[in-house]
């Protein structure tokens, strides 16, 4: 039987095109950013604008949450990646080394390191405290999508065009695991449990041990464009959404729980905070 959700508001803020949101560990702070260049900072429960922080001069394309919760890195259309403080509301750093427009980034489980991939496929490892650039990841045939820590900070993985991820060594820059079963393009990788998404409307569950694929969820109408997965409720629940303007919610044993609608045009992503009853 399908869990029943009730949608509790609609966060209204962003002028243009909403590129990227994350929340902090509690659902306390949710944070977006959008092709309005603007970052937005909202009460997760009340779902309130509470500010915003000043206006950058270039779209934003993704946003990534610090572990201590007080910086959010932004990349952006002008090449650059951005770290803002939203205690004191400032711009603390400024990283450049892409040529192009910067379309994913993710911290480390520290948050001394950030990754992050442009719209060319180049993958930069950067020391987060000085804005050095301290490694470079290739070894895709195409373009890399999608780029993440696991959550020991211990690997690396890619999502490509090619329709593969790759596990890397995060020291060592040693090729682990290259994972092999999606028909189409990567667009969204998850690793509290590593789960994908991709072009060919389906996600999948791995083994990142073993390289293997344990599981395939399907149910969306078009192609996977954000997948969440939490290990707090259900004893693991995946959350997905879609270019078909829905979003699934799944138990990690691959069961479909509810879709929730109400967009009107593909849903660009998704995160999820729910607390359980004490």
């Known amino acids: ?4 959700f009730v949608r509790l508001c609609v966060m209204s803020g962003h002028s243009q095109l909403v590129a990227g949101c994350a929340s902090n560990r509690i659902g306390r702070i949710i944070v977006s950013a959008g092709w309005d260049g603007i970052i937005n900072v909202w009460h997760g429960v009340t779902g309130q604008l509470e500010f915003k922080l000043p206006r950058h001069g270039s779209r934003m394309n ?4 610090h572990h201590d919760e007080t910086l959010v890195a932004v990349g952006c259309w002008d090449a650059s990646i951005c770290l803002w403080n939203i205690v004191s509301r400032k711009k603390v750093a400024v990283f450049r080394g892409h040529l192009s427009s910067v ?8 948050g001394s390191h950030l990754v992050s991939v442009d719209i060319h496929g180049d993958v930069k490892l950067w020391d987060a405290k000085h804005g050095a650039i301290v490694g470079n990841i ?9 780029v993440l820590f696991s959550p020991d900070g211990n690997y690396l993985l890619t999502a490509s065009l090619d329709s593969t991820i790759k596990i890397v060594d995060h020291e060592s820059g040693t090729l682990q695991h290259t994972l092999v079963g999606h028909k ?8 509290a449990s590593l789960v994908t998404g991709s072009n060919d409307f389906n996600l999948k569950l791995w083994n990142m041990n073993t390289g293997k694929e344990t599981l395939k969820l399907v149910g969306h109408m078009a192609a ?3 997948v969440v997965y939490k290990v707090d409720i259900f004893s693991g629940c995946i959350v997905s959404s879609s270019n078909d303007g829905s979003v699934r919610l799944w138990s990690q044993k691959g069961v479909h729980l509810s879709t929730l609608k109400g967009h009107k045009v593909g849903c660009n992503g998704c995160d999820m905070f729910l607390q359980q009853e004490s």
Do not use: M, W, Y
């Not at 039987?1 to 029943?4: G, N, P």
């Not at 379309?103 to 520290?110: E, L």
């Not at 189409?184 to 690793?191: D, L, N, Q, R």
């Open 1 to 4: 039987e399908e869990l029943l």
């Open 62 to 65: 993704c946003i990534a949450l």
């Open 103 to 110: 379309k994913d980034i993710s911290f480390n489980k520290t």
């Open 138 to 146: 290739k070894g895709h045939s195409q373009e890399v999508s999608r």
């Open 184 to 191: 189409k393009s990567i667009t969204c990788v998850v690793c």
């Open 224 to 226: 996977i464009s954000h």
